[in-house]
Every structure is written in structure tokens, then in C-alpha cells.
Nanobody, 127 residues
Framework: QVQLVESGGGLVQAGDSLRLSCAAS????????MGWFRQAPGKEREFVAA????????SYADSVKGRFTISRDNAQNTVYLQMNNLKPEDTAVYSC????????????????????WGQGTQVTVSS
């Protein structure tokens, strides 16, 4: 059983940056592909970014490409989401998730592939 705890959210102004962290425990972190998803009020959960268990491969939603960067530190059992040039439309609860992955370069965009989820951290961007 893997437990995930996000941190780093907050209230910022448009154009600011935030770095989210997701600390994992209870499992072998390097065995899991990781992802970040977000859900805004009244909207469905959407994919933000994913990273393979090796960290070599990443994927981003078009809406965040060029502004957000996902990374991981397997020694620290942590995955990060660096968010730059934040926009009001980025306001949402951000959750990290872990998915069992057999191949080192495997990552997932489909939230149904993920086995474990954190509780989420609120990011609010004011205009």
C-alpha cells in the first residue's frame, strides 16, 4: 500500500510560480510511474503531467506544456511539479497518483491506470 501526501499549494498571482511536492511511503517508489492531475470546481478531473518510473520519459497536457515541469527523486521518494507562469485557469486541487509500471519508460495519461492517489493540494491563482 502506497501513501501519497502532496504539499506546496497556495494562493498566488498570475505569472507567479509554485512547486508542488508529493511524498510517497509504504512502497518501493521506483517501481511506480507517477502522475499529476487536477480538478477545478464544477469540472472533471484532468491530466496534467506524468513521468515514468525511471524519470526518463514525461508527458504533459497541452494546456501546461512549456510552463510546468514534472520530475522525481527516487532516492527521496518524491515527485515534483514545478509550475511557472501560472494562470487563473490553473486554479484547481492538484493530486498526485502512482501506477504500477513494468517498463522503465512507461507512463500513463489515463487516471484509471493509477492505483494510488493523494488527497490533493489547493492551488489558487488570482488575476
Amino acid at each position: 500500500q502506497v501513501q501519497l501526501v502532496e504539499s506546496g499549494g497556495g494562493l498566488v498571482q498570475a505569472g507567479d510560480s509554485l512547486r508542488l511536492s508529493c511524498a510517497a511511503s509504504g512502497g518501493t517508489f521506483s517501481r511506480y510511474a507517477m502522475g499529476w492531475f487536477r480538478q477545478a470546481p464544477g469540472k472533471e478531473r484532468e491530466f496534467v503531467a506524468a513521468i515514468s518510473k525511471s524519470g526518463a520519459r514525461t508527458s504533459y497536457a497541452d494546456s501546461v506544456k512549456g510552463r510546468f515541469t514534472i520530475s522525481r527523486d527516487n532516492a527521496q521518494n518524491t515527485v515534483y511539479l514545478q509550475m511557472n507562469n501560472l494562470k487563473p485557469e490553473d486554479t484547481a486541487v492538484y493530486s498526485c497518483a502512482a501506477a504500477s509500471a513494468y517498463l522503465s519508460g512507461q507512463y500513463y495519461i489515463d487516471p484509471h491506470k493509477y492505483n494510488y492517489w493523494g488527497q490533493g493540494t489547493q492551488v489558487t491563482v488570482s488575476s
